[in-house]
């Protein structure tokens, strides 16, 4: 879109009869800020980015503890110690059972070294113990015990592997996280593009508020003076008056809004209420041609909410697995293999190691579960049709969004080109009639009606450009696509 000169700051200033106005200087502190720069420190300082940058930040870091924990894990164990002191039955040679008092302290050291199976689910892991039991009683005595090295696995049959299913979920919960902390940034964009124009056209209507009471304070010493000669009736004189008193007015209740909004804008950027934020003009508008159907695919791709829709996917998958292999027959498997040796001290009980084996096999067959189990696979199943069904429902009107996104955008650009032309049609039409009025070529309502008309004019043109800025940044919010730059929106 061409150049547009922002023609209402100098329709504020033109006129044969506007009043000197005051230069304020700036305090220290003083930021001027362009609608891009003001959106770049939003989304730098503003609060809402900050929190946005530290939810994306505990993402990372539930990913990498998350991948930490497949890596083989490192632990120690122990009991030092464990101290039994009781009355235990005690059997003897002839087969008789007496009852002794007896004292136990036993201690315990065992280093593990245990790695997931992400393709089945189960655990290898190699073991190295160490473990000493004093017996005090009718017979004092010690003994040692070594597991130089166990090495085993645990791997469920026959039931659902969650380590697989917990690693699809992740890898979409982090590029959830990633699309989401972009997403929230376009959000900041918004509501700060949204605050600039609440103070931008605050301190606008307050500039052309002020330039209503200049000119309404000089028609009115105008027209009294016309009074006292008799060239205009009482009534007259009565309405300028009145204009006068109503622009003042509305000189109170524009500068109330402007600090209203400047408030709102400094709260927006994450500044002090000392420092003093000037804006910049915004006097160009990109130029865009938003086609619907790259509309269409970009948000298709590049939205937050369709990965939600994958990961939802997932897990509706995930409950009928869970559902048909969780509560069925199902088998667990434990088997290891290693050395150990039992000794009277230390040394001992590293020399002339024992071979070590284990191996067991449990076995769980529900056998009447009143349909337990058919009524959890129906009820995971009713769920993941709900859940594609809300999905189109979701896409669709994800769809639906970019391609309206694109049409207003279309629709605003046109708009504040109308509204630019009409801005300018109404300052000039009220010059003209504000100057026919003072050498007295046409009456006071044809004077008044025409400031409405050109107060009204700015207003639309403000809104106009309001519009667009608005249009534009939520199309890039709708679809994550930088038009200008043609490529998706990056960090």
Same mark, same amino acid.
């Given at each position: 879109?061409?150049?547009?000169?922002?023609?209402?700051?100098?329709?504020?200033?033109?006129?044969?009869?506007?009043?000197?106005?005051?230069?304020?200087?700036?305090?220290?502190?003083?930021?001027? +800020?362009?609608?891009?720069?003001?959106?770049?420190?939003?989304?730098?300082?503003?609060?809402?980015?900050?929190?946005?940058?530290?939810? !994306?930040?505990?993402?990372?870091?539930?990913?990498?503890?998350?991948?930490?924990?497949?890596?083989?894990?490192?632990?120690?164990?122990?009991?030092?110690?464990?101290?039994?002191?009781?009355?235990?039955?005690v059997l003897q040679p002839d087969g008789s059972t007496v009852f002794r008092p007896q004292q136990q302290n036993e201690s315990a050291l065992t280093m593990q070294v245990s790695q997931r199976l992400p393709i089945t689910g189960g655990d290898l892991f190699i073991n190295s113990g160490l473990s000493r039991l004093d017996v005090a009683g009718e017979r004092d005595f010690r003994t040692w015990s070594s597991t130089p090295m166990l090495v085993g696995i645990r791997q469920d049959l026959f039931r659902p592997n969650r380590q697989r299913w917990d690693n699809r979920e992740q890898s979409l919960r982090v590029d959830i996280?990633?699309?989401?902390?972009?997403?929230? +940034?376009?959000?900041?964009?918004?509501?700060?593009?949204?605050?600039?124009?609440?103070?931008?056209?605050?301190?606008?209507? +307050?500039?052309?508020?002020?330039?209503?009471?200049?000119?309404?304070?000089?028609?009115f010493t105008l027209n009294r003076g016309r009074f006292e000669v008799g060239r205009i009736g009482e009534n007259d004189l009565l309405q300028s008056e009145l204009a006068l008193l109503r622009a003042r007015n509305a000189v109170d209740a524009a500068r109330l809004e402007h600090d209203r909004t400047l408030a709102s804008l400094r709260l927006a950027l994450g500044v002090g209420p000392a420092v003093a934020v000037t804006l910049v003009a915004p006097t160009t508008v990109p130029?865009?041609?938003?086609?619907?159907?790259?509309?269409?695919?970009?948000?298709?791709?590049?939205?937050?909410?369709?990965?939600?829709?994958?990961?939802?996917?997932?897990?509706?998958?995930? !409950?009928?697995?869970e559902a048909k292999f969780g509560s069925g027959p199902g088998a667990s498997l434990q088997a290891s293999v290693g050395f150990n040796q039992t000794g009277a001290d230390v040394g001992s009980v590293y020399q002339d190691l024992r071979q070590a084996q284990r191996f067991s096999v449990g076995v769980q067959v529900p056998v009447v579960q009143w349909g337990v189990r058919s009524g959890q696979i129906e009820a995971a199943r009713a769920d993941r049709n709900r859940q594609e069904y809300s999905a189109q429902q979701s896409r669709e009107q994800t769809a639906q969004d970019a391609h309206f996104a694109a049409l207003q955008l279309a629709l605003a650009e046109r708009q504040l080109e109308l509204a630019a032309k009409a801005d300018t049609v109404g300052a000039k039409r009220f010059e003209v009639t504000k100057n026919r009025y003072v050498i007295g070529r046409i009456g006071m309502d044809n004077l008044y009606q025409a400031q409405t008309e050109k107060d009204g004019a700015l207003q639309s043109y403000l809104q106009a450009l309001r519009g667009y800025w608005a249009a534009y940044y939520r199309l890039r919010r709708v679809t994550m696509y930088d038009f200008e730059a043609d490529r998706p929106i990056t960090p």
């Amino acid at each position: 879109m061409p150049f547009l000169r922002l023609r209402t700051v100098c329709a504020l200033l033109v006129g044969v009869l506007s009043a000197p106005t005051a230069v304020i200087a700036q305090p220290r502190g003083a930021i001027e +800020l362009t609608l891009q720069e003001a959106i770049a420190r939003a989304q730098r300082d503003g609060l809402p980015s900050k929190a946005a940058i530290a939810e !994306r930040d505990a993402a990372r870091q539930r990913d990498r503890a998350f991948a930490g924990g497949l890596l083989p894990q490192l632990s120690l164990n122990g009991n030092l110690p464990v101290y039994n002191r009781s009355i235990i039955p005690v059997l003897q040679p002839d087969g008789s059972t007496v009852f002794r008092p007896q004292q136990q302290n036993e201690s315990a050291l065992t280093m593990q070294v245990s790695q997931r199976l992400p393709i089945t689910g189960g655990d290898l892991f190699i073991n190295s113990g160490l473990s000493r039991l004093d017996v005090a009683g009718e017979r004092d005595f010690r003994t040692w015990s070594s597991t130089p090295m166990l090495v085993g696995i645990r791997q469920d049959l026959f039931r659902p592997n969650r380590q697989r299913w917990d690693n699809r979920e992740q890898s979409l919960r982090v590029d959830i996280s990633e699309r989401a902390y972009r997403e929230a +940034l376009e959000d900041v964009a918004i509501a700060t593009t949204s605050a600039f124009f609440d103070h931008f056209n605050a301190r606008i209507g +307050l500039e052309n508020a002020e330039v209503n009471v200049a000119v309404n304070d000089t028609l009115f010493t105008l027209n009294r003076g016309r009074f006292e000669v008799g060239r205009i009736g009482e009534n007259d004189l009565l309405q300028s008056e009145l204009a006068l008193l109503r622009a003042r007015n509305a000189v109170d209740a524009a500068r109330l809004e402007h600090d209203r909004t400047l408030a709102s804008l400094r709260l927006a950027l994450g500044v002090g209420p000392a420092v003093a934020v000037t804006l910049v003009a915004p006097t160009t508008v990109p130029s865009v041609r938003a086609d619907t159907a790259l509309a269409v695919r970009e948000a298709l791709r590049n939205r937050a909410s369709i990965v939600e829709l994958e990961l939802g996917d997932v897990q509706a998958e995930r !409950r009928i697995s869970e559902a048909k292999f969780g509560s069925g027959p199902g088998a667990s498997l434990q088997a290891s293999v290693g050395f150990n040796q039992t000794g009277a001290d230390v040394g001992s009980v590293y020399q002339d190691l024992r071979q070590a084996q284990r191996f067991s096999v449990g076995v769980q067959v529900p056998v009447v579960q009143w349909g337990v189990r058919s009524g959890q696979i129906e009820a995971a199943r009713a769920d993941r049709n709900r859940q594609e069904y809300s999905a189109q429902q979701s896409r669709e009107q994800t769809a639906q969004d970019a391609h309206f996104a694109a049409l207003q955008l279309a629709l605003a650009e046109r708009q504040l080109e109308l509204a630019a032309k009409a801005d300018t049609v109404g300052a000039k039409r009220f010059e003209v009639t504000k100057n026919r009025y003072v050498i007295g070529r046409i009456g006071m309502d044809n004077l008044y009606q025409a400031q409405t008309e050109k107060d009204g004019a700015l207003q639309s043109y403000l809104q106009a450009l309001r519009g667009y800025w608005a249009a534009y940044y939520r199309l890039r919010r709708v679809t994550m696509y930088d038009f200008e730059a043609d490529r998706p929106i990056t960090p």
